[in-house]
Nanobody
Framework: VQLQASGGGLVQAGGSLRLSCAASGRTFSRNHMGWFRQVPRKEREFVAAISGSGGSTVYADSVKDRFTISRDDAKNTVYLQMNSLKPEDTAVYYC?????????????????WGQGTQVTVSS
């Protein structure tokens, strides 16, 4: 599985961005997908995840009610819609694929990673 994240950029606080993660592989629809973020000198942080069926989503408390994860299996793509952005959302955002049975919320549960896309929120 290869993952390509895009959509990052510079936005003012209160603004919105939509990240995309395009995946290769015929089994994409069965993979749980997640978004994580990382700032320098800190561990990678869970943001959101969606089950292979798309029927289940999980969010970090810090982004709940502001971010929405979704997937389009016909396009092999997972999205992260980010609204009401805050300066503390500034980070490199990574998408990841989880081939396991449970939707993961920790990095060690994910098997494949994209290259990351920078999101910068100015105050």
């Amino acid at each position: 599985v290869q993952l390509q994240a895009s959509g990052g950029g510079l936005v003012q606080a209160g603004g919105s961005l939509r990240l995309s993660c395009a995946a290769s592989g015929r089994t994409f629809s069965r993979n749980h997908m997640g978004w994580f973020r990382q700032v320098p000198r800190k561990e990678r942080e869970f943001v959101a995840a969606i089950s292979g069926s798309g029927g289940s989503t999980v969010y970090a408390d810090s982004v709940k009610d502001r971010f929405t994860i979704s997937r389009d299996d016909a396009k092999n793509t997972v999205y992260l819609q980010m609204n009401s952005l805050k300066p503390e959302d500034t980070a490199v955002y990574y998408c990841a694929a989880d081939l396991g049975l449970r939707v993961g919320t920790t990095p060690n549960m994910y098997d494949y990673w994209g290259q990351g896309t920078q999101v910068t929120v100015s105050s």
